[in-house]
């Protein structure tokens, strides 16, 4: 366990209005900062957090990415200090490791449930209101200490390979008693959740750290006709047959730059990516948010080449409005969030496949100061500044409702 600093609003006196336990679906450190990370970030300028890190819905395999994931987790569990920490800890946060086994069936159930228990000790005997703010339905009856319960869906989970979706549905069904707000980050989440017999559910599609990407913008003069994609690069999210169109249409008129880290959520992307090179695209590797703001704001079009099945229709790309920040065009294929933002937004585009390559050329063109600047001016509203104020303010009115 790491233990952060007091935070600013402890020091001054005011006190933190409650003590919130969140359940990760990722580690602290993981490459992408995701939703959970910033929530945390906001929630602690008022609130002190305990950030537990993923339970492993996923199954691990045998594979070299998994063993190398597995074995850092034993080692931050017996209090690893050796490892220097990739992602800043917010200010009044704690990093919870607990070692549980990645299966969440009857057999393992009773140890997990001691392990986690444990492992919150802490949040569990505070005098303060307790909070458990969920990423994840698997929670080991946690709600049931808890003065107030959130759970923030961000995902179809059962929806995407190697999940357990018996544990995701009977978590779910658990939470749905006891949640006093759901929070869905797509139509189709919502949905699911309403289905699931959650009776309070409140959209708020993902935003993104805008301001990181505003500040790096760069003026047309300084733009160059490169199509940026973003993220995790694995077979279970992206088109590769989209990309591959992408690598080849651009062949000597732009280039394809991807950024980021290769199947982290498991498997392998490899040889996808070896096709991608072969065709002209370029690996940029895992970047820093300040470093992807750099090349973004270079670039001219920024890409969510989507593949649509049953785990991605409830996806909300945060990256929208990291591209729109740093004044990119934004070509997407028809995800259900992405079309919506298409619908409201000149600046997006969502396209078919056969489409994709047209579009792509078209929004390469080169565009004004004007548009640039119109482009970082839609995204203003949706930073997590304004976003973590909302979410604040959520729980204070919650925590209000109990007293």
Known sequence: MVTASVPEHARLGDGPVADVLMLGTAEWDSPIATNQHYVARELARSATVTFVESLGLRRPTLRRDDVVRMAARVRRAAGDRVTPAQRPRPAGTQIVSPLVLPVHRTPTRPLNRALLRRATAGWLGSARPRVLWTFTPVTYGLEDAADVVVYHCVDLLASFPGVDGVAVARGERSLSSRTAVAIATSPAVQEHLVGAGFPRVELMPNVADVSVFAAASRPAAERRPAALFSGNLTVHKLDLRLLESVATTLRGRGELLLAGPLAAGGGSFDAELRRLEELGARHLGLLTPAQLAEVAGTCA??????????????????????????????????????????????????????????????????????????????????????????????LERELARVR
């Not at 996806?315 to 070509?331: H, N, W």
């Not at 409201?344 to 078209?362: C, K, M, Q, S, W």
Request: aromatic share 6%; hydrophobic share 45%; net charge negative.
């Open 301 to 394: 079009v920024g890409l969510i080449p989507y593949a649509i099945n049953d785990y991605t229709r409830g996806v909300s790309p945060l990256k929208c409005f990291e591209y729109l920040s740093s004044g990119l065009a934004v070509l997407g294929t028809r995800l259900p969030a992405v079309a919506e933002l298409a619908r409201i937004n000149p600046h997006v585009t969502a396209a078919g496949a056969d489409d994709f390559p047209g579009r792509l050329l078209e929004l390469l063109q080169p565009a004004g100061d004007a548009v640039l600047d119109d482009r970082v001016a839609s995204a203003a509203e949706h930073g997590w500044e304004g976003r973590g104020a909302v979410l604040r303010e959520l």
